[in-house]
């Protein structure tokens, strides 16, 4: 049984500050890695994606990667109260069957 | 370019009653998802399609429940017949192909079965 696992939060970060969220995952064989963020009440929105070992940025958004660890992170650089939210993090194999963590509630403060 | 269109966006209803819900992908893509999201469990992928075969269905919780995807642009979940424990937001999901595995999911359908 695959799980994903994420600290549930909430998460509290002043404005500008870095937000780190963590992601772990029990299936070694794992093959891509994904971030959504989902606003209460409307659909989890893609954030970011990441297939290799390493940082992937975009914007201020930042994905690591780390396949030994089984671990992935999502840090986001000078935090504003928008990006209050559920961040959830989805795990993949060879296929396209996802298993989503329980998600990490952000709460950003002004 | 339309997202991924679901209908209704809400739903009240009796125990016992059919429900059906709707799902419109995003055109050219191959994989379709149906989830449930719940405070309790979270979100839980139910089944998911590709090119409109459905490829696993471990993840529906009964035989009230049954999903169909008659073609590449249409797919309904069915619950027959519903209970109260049924109530949950139920999203669907689609990806472009089997070397892109992004989902894109649509608003939702909130169910209440009262």
């Known amino acids: 049984q695959k799980e994903v696992e994420q600290n549930s939060g909430p998460l509290s970060v002043p404005e500008g500050a870095i937000a780190s969220l963590n992601c772990t995952y029990s299936?070694?064989?794992?093959?891509?890695f994904f971030w959504y963020r989902q606003y209460s009440g409307k659909s989890p929105e893609l954030i970011m994606s990441i297939y290799s070992n390493g940082d992937k940025e975009d914007g201020r958004f930042t994905a690591q990667l780390n396949k030994a660890s089984q671990y992935v992170s999502l840090l986001i650089r000078d935090s504003q109260p928008s990006d209050s939210a559920t961040y959830l993090c989805a795990v993949g194999g060879y296929g396209q069957n996802f298993v989503f963590g329980p998600g990490t509630r952000l709460s950003v403060l002004p | 370019d339309a997202g991924v269109i679901q209908s209704p966006r809400h739903e009240v209803t009796e125990m016992g009653q059919e429900v059906t819900l709707r799902c419109k992908p995003i055109s050219g893509h191959n994989s379709l998802f149906w989830y449930r999201q719940t405070m309790m469990r979270g979100l839980e992928l139910l089944i998911y399609f590709n090119n409109n075969v459905p490829i696993d269905d471990s993840g529906m919780p009964e035989d009230r429940f049954s999903a169909k995807m008659p073609n590449a642009s249409f797919s309904t979940l069915k619950i027959q017949p519903s209970e109260p424990r049924d109530s949950a937001v139920y999203f669907c999901?689609?990806?472009?192909?089997?070397?892109?595995?992004?989902?894109?999911f649509g608003p939702g359908t909130r169910l209440t079965v009262l």
């Open positions: 999901a689609s990806s472009p192909t089997r070397n892109r595995v992004e989902q894109f």
């Open positions: 299936d070694r064989v794992s093959q891509s």
